[in-house]
Antibody, heavy 121, light 109 residues
Framework: QVQLVQSGAEVKKPGASVKVSCKAS????????ISWVRQAPGQGLEWMGW????????NYAQKLQGRVTMTTDTSTSTAYMELRSLRSDDTAVYYC??????????????WGQGTLVTVSS | QTVVTQEPSLTVSPGGTVTLTCASS?????????PNWFQQKPGQAPRALIY???NKHSWTPARFSGSLLGGKAALTLSGVQPEDEAEYYC?????????FGGGTKLTVL
């Protein structure tokens, strides 16, 4: 069965960086992309960006350009999301999700369990 | 800055029918925006329900359906169950970028 298992909760100081991992299993990793989505406390979902596990192509949300980097390690079927220069409003649960796009449609189907990142001095 | 708008809250009686909508600040929503719908309950990760306007995932209950309605994407729940009480989010695809709606809190009362 498809699973996305994320790394554990993190507490970071303002200005620091965080790197969250997302290990995939149960499917051919390179046949799908991974989207990263975050959710601040009591707020809605915010798309952060996407990476192709096939060729490493990325597309980041404009507001995070320059602070976020998404990578994959195909040898371990793991995706990573690094966010730099953390601020208090980056405090959120960070999710990875499997996505698929072709000429007939776009789908996000399976989600990781979420990783709480707390930014506090 | 593209904004995707959903009803903040809706209330429905058990067994009833309710339609949630998803509008784009860029104009009418078409199938080319590949609308997706998700359900999220407190403390849980979102769960995918609908993709590319009207396609169901293998786990999506039959009472959930997706469509385009009056220039918006729509999610209709028919024969609502108490366990359908949740937050519902739509997603629209803008040629590589994705925007989520603000969510609709559905109360079953």
């Amino acid at each position: 069965q498809v699973q996305l298992v994320q790394s554990g909760a993190e507490v970071k100081k303002p200005g620091a960086s965080v790197k969250v991992s997302c290990k995939a299993s149960g499917y051919t990793f390179t046949s799908y992309g991974i989207s990263w989505v975050r959710q601040a406390p009591g707020q809605g979902l915010e798309w952060m960006g996407w990476i192709s596990a096939y060729n490493g192509n990325t597309n980041y949300a404009q507001k995070l350009q320059g602070r976020v980097t998404m990578t994959t390690d195909t040898s371990t079927s793991t995706a990573y999301m690094e966010l730099r220069s953390l601020r208090s409003d980056d405090t959120a649960v960070y999710y990875c999700a499997r996505e698929y796009y072709d000429s007939s449609g776009y789908s996000i189907d399976y989600w990781g369990q979420g990783t709480l990142v707390t930014v506090s001095s | 800055q593209t904004v995707v708008t959903q009803e903040p809250s809706l209330t429905v009686s058990p067994g009833g029918t309710v339609t949630l909508t998803c509008a784009s600040s860029t104009g009418a929503v078409t199938s080319g925006y590949y609308p997706n719908w998700f359900q999220q309950k407190p403390g849980q990760a979102p769960r995918a329900l609908i993709y590319s306007t009207s396609n169901k995932h293998s786990w999506t209950p039959a009472r959930f359906s997706g469509s385009l309605l009056g220039g918006k994407a729509a999610l209709t729940l028919s024969g609502v169950q108490p366990e359908d009480e949740a937050e519902y989010y739509c997603l629209l695809y803008y040629g590589g970028a994705v925007v989520f709606g603000g969510g609709t809190k559905l109360t079953v009362l």
